[in-house]
């Protein structure tokens, strides 16, 4: 088990968001946490991140272990620097004052000195050569497609080995929705670790080998995608039919 | 004519270097923390007072010739100022940072900063001011009519190079990318791996070094140091910035020599009683039609 989280209770203030759950991602595996809005998927990444306030979700009870070591006390950048652990957020949150160049630049701040660098770089330019066309860009005039793409190319250049994704495909053309995740399942074919949130059911189950669905802050079930797909209850509540 | 003109320009250049060194600490501190650091106007006045020490140190107990005492008390000032800067951020700041406090009361315990540095300089040296010695010889030149002194041209010159110095951080080095990447979003800053305080710590060496070097410059031009010199000048340096577009150097820098062109001038044409009131007004006006400053932009939220 490389990242688990274990009966984890999670506060907002006096509000309630997650009410004890539990869930793991094995090294290699592609893990979507699905669920409506609200149900605590990304109360979930955000714990996992240690975000500091006031965006911060506050641990009540329960624990989250990376390769069995709690990682309460662990600082949001060492969850990047130390742990390889690298979140694409809801609404992209690139920095639109800079180019994209300075985005993936900035992704690095805190690799070691000799750090392979230009070989992540090929990578993310090969995975996305829109974003080698537009590097001198300021990041603001990319379109929302270009946007998520580099959201996702500044996350590899930080040299995680595991990805998490909170509702990438949010905003995107059905086409760059495709495209997107079968970037995704590339990426997890070259050994990236994936935990995905998704509101979008079916593509996720489609594409993760695992998945749990959240509803108010508890897991309603999980199992592999076959078993979610075929399960009456989740095609009923979450796959429209 | 023309001499009366480069004259007032020079008087201009000179005085707005002070703002506009004082107001870089307000800016950068602004982008980074979006918080308005109101200590920092005695900041300034910790720096003079530190230069002060030093100086006089060099020259009685040392016995260094004035340009020696000069070269070492600019960078220890610095270092010394910027140090104060940093203690302040680790003791008042931060610990609210880390609650996840609202901004106002972050705001209010700056104030509270600013009032217990100068009030602790009253208590720790007592009301009697200050002299400060002489480093340099003054040496007035004239040409054409136009009179200035070497330290004028020395002070207008530290602003231009520190200016030059803080664009250089600001668009190459790596510190400064996650300085601009952190004005325009906090939140995402963390997830790149960046550890957040050396960032906020980087940026207050760097406001309150400047701080510092305003300081020494100040107490050279003008040579009395009294507890409360960097209240006033401190609300000026920072409403300079926000006329400039706070968050934004060069803003911090137009809005300073605009402060300071605009009292010069007021002072050359009507009663000094008038300068503070209308150098005030024209500021009021400039934001009334750009609330956002000069450099400015109105942050937008994307969905």
Known sequence: MLLSVENLIVKYGNILALHGISFHVNSGEIVTLIGANGAGKTTSLYSICRLPPPEAPRVVAGDIKFQGESLLKTRPNEVVSRLKMALVPEGRHIFGNLTVMENLELATYSREKGAQLSEDYARVFDLFPRLSERRKQRSESLSGGEQQMLAVGRALMTGCQVLLLDEPSMGLAPRLKYELFRTLKQLNEQGMTILLVEQNANLALHLAHRGYVLDTGTIAASGTSEDLLGNPDVKKAYLGG | ?303
């Not at chain 2, 900041?43 to 002060?52: K, L």
């Not at chain 2, 010159?157 to 664009?167: E, G, H, R």
């Not at chain 2, 010069?264 to 009131?277: G, H, K, M, N």
Request: proline share 3%; glycine share 10%; charged share 10%.
């Open chain 2, 1 to 303: 004519m023309l001499a009366t003109i480069i004259q007032n320009l020079i008087n201009a250049l000179q005085w707005g270097s002070f703002y506009a060194l004082i107001a870089l600490g307000y800016t950068l501190v602004y982008g980074v923390l979006t918080l308005i650091n109101f200590a920092h106007g005695d900041i300034f006045m910790v720096g003079a007072y530190i230069a002060f020490f030093v100086a006089t140190f060099c020259l009685a107990t040392i016995g260094l010739p004035g340009w020696a005492a000069l070269i070492v008390t600019i960078p220890l000032t610095m270092i010394l100022t910027s140090m104060v800067g940093v203690a302040i951020e680790r003791i008042a700041y931060r610990p609210l940072r880390r609650k996840g406090a609202h901004r106002l009361y972050v705001v209010i315990t700056a104030l509270m900063c600013g009032l217990i540095l100068e009030h602790g300089n009253l208590a720790l040296l007592g009301a009697s001011r200050k002299a400060f010695p002489s480093l340099i010889n003054e040496q007035v030149f004239t040409v054409g009519g136009v009179t200035f002194t070497n330290l004028k041209i020395a002070v207008i010159a530290s602003a231009i190079l520190v200016f030059v110095l803080l664009q250089w951080i600001v668009t190459k080095t790596r510190v400064g990318m996650a300085m601009r990447a952190i004005a325009y979003d906090k939140f995402a800053v963390p997830l790149m791996g960046i550890p957040m305080d050396n960032i906020i710590v980087a940026t207050f060496i760097l406001g309150s070094s400047m701080a510092g070097l305003a300081g020494i410059l100040f107490a050279m031009s003008y040579p009395i140091l009294e507890p409360y010199m960097g209240a006033l000048i401190g609300w000026k340096a920072f409403i300079a910035a926000v006329v400039g577009g706070i968050g934004d150097i060069r803003g911090a820098f137009l809005g300073g020599f605009l402060l300071g062109a605009v009292e010069i001038l007021v002072v050359a044409f009507f009663p000094s009683t008038l300068r503070d009131l209308i150098a005030f007004t024209v500021l009021l006006v400039i934001l009334a039609f750009r609330p956002t400053g000069l450099f400015g932009i109105a942050k937008t939220t994307k969905i």
